[in-house]
């Protein structure tokens, strides 16, 4: 495939997931719904932007498929935090994050157990305080709380 081709369904694709977030975000109540069809209305602008400028400067280069883990470990971690998102309504926040946390500072390369444990032991208490005590907001509560 060439690279215009890929470019074109990369920015078509992209457009796709902002009308979704647009129509998704109906739903959201007390006026929830302003900031992400705002956001989602500038990223359309702008990958249509974005798809214009693809069709004055057509590359015929080729796109290089590699599908080591090392060339597609963003693809992955997208794919962990879709995941992760997901879990937090079944499996409850708390649980779900230290769990991302954990697996996720494996996925990109931290193997310091060390590291880990520091990161999810300061992560997690600021994060309840931040959440649960100065936004008295409710976090997702599931099987494991």
Request: with cysteine.
């Amino acid at each position: 495939m060439s690279l215009f081709v890929g470019r074109i369904v990369t920015w078509i694709c992209l457009i796709g997931v902002a009308a979704f977030v647009w129509f998704e975000s109906h739903q959201f109540p007390a006026n929830g719904h302003q900031l992400p069809q705002f956001c989602a209305i500038v990223a359309i602008i702008i990958m249509l932007l974005m798809l214009l400028k693809e069709f004055r400067n057509i590359d015929t280069k080729k796109i290089k498929m590699e599908l080591s883990y090392q060339a597609n470990k963003h693809f992955v971690i997208f794919l962990f935090s879709i995941f992760y998102v997901i879990t937090i309504f079944f499996v409850g926040y708390y649980v779900s994050t230290i769990l991302f946390i954990i697996i996720g500072c494996l996925l990109v390369g931290v193997r310091q157990l060390k590291t880990i444990i520091i990161t999810t032991v300061v992560t997690l208490p600021l994060m309840y305080a931040f959440f649960e005590l100065f936004l008295q907001a409710g976090l997702p509560r599931g099987w494991l709380i």
